[in-house]
C-alpha cells in the first residue's frame, strides 16, 4: 500500500517510524514531516490544510491511505473532502467533521456526554452576549476556577486558577476573542475535578472498536507539576494505576457509551478517539475527547503495539477491525521531551541538536517533534523538539533509558523535566 501521513511532530514521526516497519507497505510519503521523518519516507512539502494540495497529491502519487495525524485537519474537513471526492479513491485513517467535533468543540463533546451518561465534570458554556451570566456562573463552584476555550487551541486552551479576580478577568479576555481569537469565543466553565489524570486510546470504525495501551502525559512545564501548560513534557506506559477494576470501570461507563452514543447519534467515526480521563476516589471521568492520538503519548503507546499498524488500519477503513488481534509488548516505555528555552513562550528556532548519533547502543527512539535537517546537520524548529523514548522491563527501567538520552543529546538552550514518571513510581511502591 502507498500511505500518505499527514503531520510535522513528535506523533507522525512515531507513526512513521510504526508503519515503516509493515510488510504491507509500498510506499510512505509523510506531508510535511520533520527531520526525524526523512529517512523512513519520502518528505512531500503540502500545507495539510490546503485539502485540494492533498487531494492532487494522493492522485498524483496513486496513495492507498491517508493517515491524519494532528486534529485541524479533521475539524476542518479533511477526511469528508478526501472521501466524498470523485478524483480519487482513498482510505481516511481520522473521522470526518462530525465525528472529530468531538475535540473541535468542548461544549458539543459535553452535550454529547451529558446525552449519553458519560460521567464528566458539571459545567455551564458561555458566548461572549452572555458574559455576565457567565461570571456569576462561576459562583457555583468552589476554586480552583477552571475555564475552557471551546475551540481548538493547540492543547493550551484550558486555565484553571484559585483566584476568582483572575477567573473573571480570564473569562472576559477569552470571550471578548483577546486570548484565544475565536477558538474561545465560547467559553465551557467547569467544576474542578481532584484527581490523577491518564489517557485511554482506542480505534474504532464507529461500530467495534480495539483498545490501544493507556499512558500517562505530563502537561505542566516545570517540575512538581509547576509553571504553565504546555503541549505535553513527557509520558509514561503503563499507568501502575490503571488497575483491571479501573480499567473495567473506563470501558463500561465511557468507551462502550462513547462508541454507542456516535452510532446512535448517526456520528460516523473512522479513526482513533483519545479519552482524557481522570480517577477520582477510584471512579473515572472524562476531562476531555480528542479525535486522534495524543502527543507525547503516541510516542509511548505505539511501541508498544506488537502488532502491524497498517494492517490494523487497513481492517479499520474495510470494515474488518473485529477480526484483528492486538498484540502489546507487556514492556514499559516513558518519553522526556527536550525543549526549546523560554517555551512555551516565545523561543529560538534554528539551533543546531547534536549528539543524536550517540544515541545508538541504548535501548529506546529518538522521535523528533520540532525540527528540521539542512545540509546533513539537524536544526530546531518548534518548541518541543526531540521526545526521548526508553524502553524497559519495568518503568525504571524504560525511564533510566529516556535519561541516558537525554544526557547525551541535546542543543544549546535546551530542557527537560527530570521528574517524568516519578509519582506513578512514587505511588507503585
Not at 73 to 101: F, H, I, M, N, T
Not at 120 to 138: D, M, N, P, V
Request: a negative charge; one cysteine or more; hydrophobic letters at 40%.
Amino acid at each position: 500500500m502507498n500511505v500518505l501521513l499527514i503531520g510535522s511532530g513528535g506523533r507522525e514521526h512515531a507513526l512513521a517510524w510504526k508503519l515503516s516497519q509493515s510488510s504491507l507497505l509500498t510506499s510512505l510519503h509523510v506531508a510535511p514531516g520533520n527531520a526525524g521523518t526523512t529517512g523512513l519516507g519520502e518528505q512531500a512539502d503540502l500545507d495539510p490544510m490546503d485539502f485540494a494540495a492533498v487531494e492532487r497529491y494522493v492522485k498524483r502519487h496513486d496513495i492507498d491511505q491517508v493517515v491524519v495525524g494532528p486534529e485541524a485537519p479533521l475539524v476542518a474537513g479533511l477526511a469528508d473532502y478526501l472521501l466524498d471526492s470523485d478524483k480519487v479513491d482513498v482510505q481516511v485513517v481520522g473521522p470526518r467533521a462530525a465525528g472529530a467535533e468531538l475535540e473541535g468543540s468542548k461544549d458539543f463533546a459535553k452535550q454529547f456526554m451529558k446525552r449519553h451518561n458519560i460521567p464528566t465534570a458539571r459545567y455551564g458554556s458561555f458566548t461572549g452576549e452572555q458574559l455576565e451570566a457567565a461570571i456569576a456562573f462561576l459562583d457555583e463552584f468552589q476554586p480552583p476556577y477552571v475555564l475552557k476555550a471551546d475551540g481548538l487551541a493547540a492543547g493550551k486552551g484550558v486555565i484553571i486558577t484559585e483566584s476568582r479576580k483572575e477567573a473573571e478577568a480570564t473569562l472576559r479576555d477569552m470571550l471578548s476573542g483577546e486570548s484565544f481569537g475565536e477558538a474561545g469565543r465560547r467559553v465551557v466553565i467547569e467544576e474542578f475535578l481532584d484527581g490523577i489524570e491518564v489517557s485511554m486510546f482506542c480505534v474504532t470504525d464507529g461500530h467495534s472498536f480495539k483498545m490501544l495501551p493507556s499512558a500517562k502525559d505530563y502537561k505542566r512545564v516545570g517540575e512538581g507539576d509547576q509553571g504553565p501548560n504546555t503541549g505535553g513534557m513527557g509520558a509514561v506506559s503503563p499507568v501502575p494505576f490503571v488497575t483491571p477494576e479501573f480499567q473495567e470501570k473506563a470501558m463500561n461507563q465511557i468507551v462502550i457509551p462513547t462508541i454507542k452514543g456516535l452510532e446512535k447519534d448517526g456520528i460516523p467515526y473512522c479513526g482513533f478517539v483519545f479519552f482524557g480521563l481522570i480517577k477520582v476516589g477510584g471512579d473515572p471521568y472524562v476531562i476531555e475527547y480528542n479525535c486522534r492520538l495524543g502527543d507525547p503519548e503516541t510516542e509511548v503507546i505505539l511501541p508498544r503495539v506488537k502488532s502491524d499498524l497498517l494492517h490494523l488500519f487497513d481492517s479499520l477503513c474495510t470494515g474488518m477491525l473485529t477480526e484483528v488481534d492486538m498484540a502489546i509488548d507487556p514492556r514499559a516505555a516513558s518519553t522526556v521531551i527536550l525543549a526549546s528555552a523560554g517555551y512555551p513562550g516565545a523561543y529560538e528556532k534554528g539551533v543546531e541538536i547534536e549528539g543524536l548519533e550517540a544515541a545508538a547502543g541504548i535501548d529506546g527512539v529518538v522521535f523528533h517533534a520540532g525540527t528540521k535537517e539542512s545540509r546533513r546537520k539537524v536544526y530546531t524548529a518548534g518548541g518541543r523538539v526531540l521526545a526521548l523514548t526508553g524502553f524497559g522491563m519495568d518503568l525504571e527501567a524504560a525511564l533510566k533509558n529516556s535519561y541516558r538520552l537525554a544526557a547525551r543529546v541535546g542543543f544549546e538552550g535546551g530542557f527537560y523535566r527530570k521528574d517524568i514518571g516519578a509519582d506513578v513510581l512514587e505511588e507503585a511502591h
